[in-house]
């Protein structure tokens, strides 16, 4: 598992791939959401990009804290 860890991902399905800690394989990927207009606080700041879970909100025991 330590040498998969440490082995970047990159194929066809997955650019910049790693595998985390609690083990979430994680990669590039495009996901948009449109903001509320009552969330929208800069004139460009239109879209939320999260698409994974932070490593810090992680339930998994395999991260360590």
């Excluded at 194929?11 to 910049?16: I, L, P, Q, S, Y």
């Excluded at 394989?25 to 606080?41: E, F, G, N, S, T």
Aim: aromatic share 10%; glycine share 4%; with cysteine.
């Amino acid at each position: 598992m330590k040498q998969l860890k440490a082995t970047p991902i990159n194929d066809v399905f997955a650019r910049n791939g790693h595998i985390r800690a609690d083990g979430r394989m994680v990669h590039d990927l495009y996901l948009v959401q449109v903001k509320a207009p009552d969330q929208i606080k800069e004139k460009w700041d239109y879209y939320t990009d999260e698409a994974f879970q932070p490593l810090s909100e992680s339930r998994c025991r395999l991260v360590t804290r």
